[in-house]
């Protein structure tokens, strides 16, 4: 049929690694042992406490009618006191805070509250491609900030020409990051924060990994920073934390009137996540540290493996203690793709081409440490044998 497609679904970027998967579907079908490290959903189960808690919320007759727009009450307040207790940030759980469908609903949401045609929207480059795909259906233009490894997977702010950064209404920062696996530190907050109010900037953070750290430094929310909540909304999610990335539950928190204007667009668009997913939601927020602190022991194992295997075939992966990816430089010679597709053909390991997450990503592969870790060894084994060249 000949329907013509929108203007905006045609300005999306191409599915890069449509490619891969043809390939990976070819190899699987030849009887080849693939293993699958590109995607990021955690292998583990949803922790038992929190099951439970849905299945007795899911009985009860007053969770079957539409929930509230903003997330219940209950829900809100879990979301303060967790920051509260893991940030030291005080929240207000009726105006600071809103319930999301998935951080990702929030974070593709959010542009069409504040972004007209014509208008920028920073993105960081290599990053998760909803950033870029939010601005676009809200009819803005995107620009992208290469994050360099010189200067740690940061943006460089200094070097955003002024007449982009004019016409920007919002920045969007990744930290914990996805796919390079950096950290942002407190100076490189501050610094932003300076420069988000001087240029009358809304800073959109995306929390998601706040909890996947393996080393003695947890990492920050930017709201821990000074005048912070003056510019900034985080996106957070019990996605990547508690392994629910099925559930579809995250939170948008931080200045007022950014919360409020996405309720707005909320509001029109949905109506809200199944309450008794939120009561389960609470549960998961208020679950002992030492929970979370047995997914960490496995995430530090299963990057140790892989990152001793990828040193023994003369690659350097970026040193990291957060988020469970491996984000590492090709080999001489090839581009992401290339590598990618050696990858498959010589060892049935399925990984991602950098390029994937955007033109800077590109020199890069990402390795997702989302498979058990027998499986992980076995990749892990095969990299070794790697031939070269
Ligand atoms: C996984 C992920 C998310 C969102 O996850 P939800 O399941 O939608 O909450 C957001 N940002 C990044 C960078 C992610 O990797």
Redesign the pocket.
Known sequence: MGFELSDRLKALPPYLFAELDRKKKEKIEQGVDVIDLGV?DPDLPTPEPIVEALKRAAEKPENHRYPSYEGMRAFREAVADWYRRRFGVKLDPDKEVIALI????G?AHFPLAFVNPGDVVLCPDPA?PVYRIGTIFAGGEPYSVPLKEENGFLPDLGSIPREVVERAKIIWV?YPN?PTSADATEDFYKELVKWAKKNNLIIAS?N?YSEIYTGEKRPLSILQIEEAKEVAIEFH?L??TFNM?GW?I?MAVGNEELVKALGKVKTNVDSGQFNAIQEAGIVALNLPDSELDKLRAVYRERRRVMTEALKKAGLSPFESEVTFYVWTKVPEGYTSADFAEKLLEEAGIVCTPGSGFGPAGEGYFRISLTVPTERLTEAARRIENLKDG
């Open positions: 990021g998935g951080s990702k609903e974070i998760y990744n996805n995306d998601a999610s996605s990547k990335t579809r995250g």
